[in-house]
């Protein structure tokens, strides 16, 4: 569900990235390697989640979800969720994303 929420929240970055897999891709893809690791992955994702966070606590309270219900998510909590979704995703485990893992729903 969380992972769910993690989307739900990235996508207007996504959306001002490019309206692209592609654009996407680049958008994450920090250094410019042509792979995304866990590290770019979590970073950019966590962007929604600062998004959200109004007053910057660090803990995602009802009222900042969509919504405006829910148990409150703290951040570390969400980058945990970040992170077990980048290992679904990355489904021939080198510990980076494709183009088409990414775009892959996750198992």
């Known amino acids: ?5 993690a989307l739900l929240l990235a996508l207007p970055v996504a959306a ?3 309206n692209t ?9 920090a250094n410019g390697d042509g792979r995304i690791s866990e590290a770019e992955y979590v970073a950019y994702m966590s962007q929604g989640f600062d ?3 109004r007053n910057h606590d660090g803990v995602l ?6 919504g ?3 148990k409150p998510v703290t951040r570390a909590a969400w ?3 970040l992170r077990r979704e980048f290992r679904k995703l990355d489904r ?6 494709s183009p088409q893992e990414l775009m892959q729903p996750p198992r």
Do not use: K
């Open 79 to 81: 980058q945990d969720d």
């Open 92 to 97: 021939n485990h080198d510990g980076y994303l």
């Open 1 to 5: 569900m969380r992972a769910a929420l």
């Open 61 to 66: 309270e009802p009222d900042e979800l969509p």
């Open 68 to 70: 405006g219900h829910g």
């Open 51 to 53: 998004r959200r966070d």
């Open 16 to 18: 001002l990235a490019q």
């Open 21 to 29: 897999a592609g654009g996407l891709f680049r958008a994450m893809d």
